[in-house]
T-cell receptor, first 115, second 110 residues
């Protein structure tokens, strides 16, 4: 049982390059999330989705776009990478909304460095 | 602004003793609180949660206490084991938002 899988695990980008992070879950969860984790700060929500075909902005959405074309996949895109986007990115999914205490299942993370 | 604060970046305890991890929040609208544990090179995993209508929730060695008037919650681990060594994040949620603290690195020494 794979749970939540993120691809790739590591990536180095040059400023201005674009890339897409892929998140896949096999638990039939409705809710999916993208977070970033930076030193001295907690996980911050970038974008989330409450179901196939839907997306919404989180706490720090600027510079990112997302798509949820299939229920099991949630893609995070960086159109023009900046050094400030150097971070560890986590995808998560949940059966119900985490805002009502439902646990989220996290992927193993993607370490992105923008030089 | 950090609405959820974990003021202790690190904590070290002896195996078998109690670990107490603290978390403070500023938004009185938060009504669900969760703790996640994170090992290096892995994603966070859910540990325990509590609703604002309770002041205590227990699951095996883990107990979360909530003091709404003080806007404070704590996670107690008794007895602590070396395998509990990890970073612990608290999170607070309302209907529209969930915020995480910066985490506390717990080290349990054998």
């Amino acid at each position: 049982n794979a749970g939540v899988t993120q691809t790739p695990k590591f990536r180095v980008l040059k400023t201005g390059q674009s890339m897409t992070l892929l998140c896949a879950q096999d638990m039939n969860h409705e809710y999916m999330y993208w977070y970033r984790q930076d030193p001295g700060m907690g996980l911050r929500l970038i974008h989330y989705s409450v179901g196939e075909g839907t997306t919404a902005k989180g706490e720090v959405p600027d510079g990112y776009n997302v798509s949820r074309l299939k229920k099991q996949n949630f893609l995070l895109g960086l159109e023009s990478a900046a050094p400030s986007q150097t971070s560890v990115y986590f995808c998560a999914s949940s059966l119900g909304t985490v805002l009502r205490g439902t646990e989220a299942f996290f992927g193993q993370g993607t370490r992105l460095t923008v030089v | 602004d950090q609405q959820v604060k974990q003021n202790s970046p690190s904590l070290s305890v002896q195996e078998g003793r109690i670990s107490i991890l603290n978390c403070d929040y500023t938004n009185s609208m938060f009504d669900y609180f969760l703790w996640y544990k994170k090992y290096p090179a892995e994603g966070p995993t859910f540990l325990i949660s509590i609703s604002s209508i309770k002041d205590k929730n227990e699951d095996g060695r883990f107990t979360v206490f909530l003091n709404k008037s003080a806007k404070h919650l704590s996670l107690h681990i008794v007895p602590s084991q070396p395998g509990d060594s990890a970073v612990y994040f608290c999170a607070a949620a309302d209907n529209n938002d969930m915020r995480f603290g910066a985490g506390t690195r717990l080290t349990v020494k054998p």
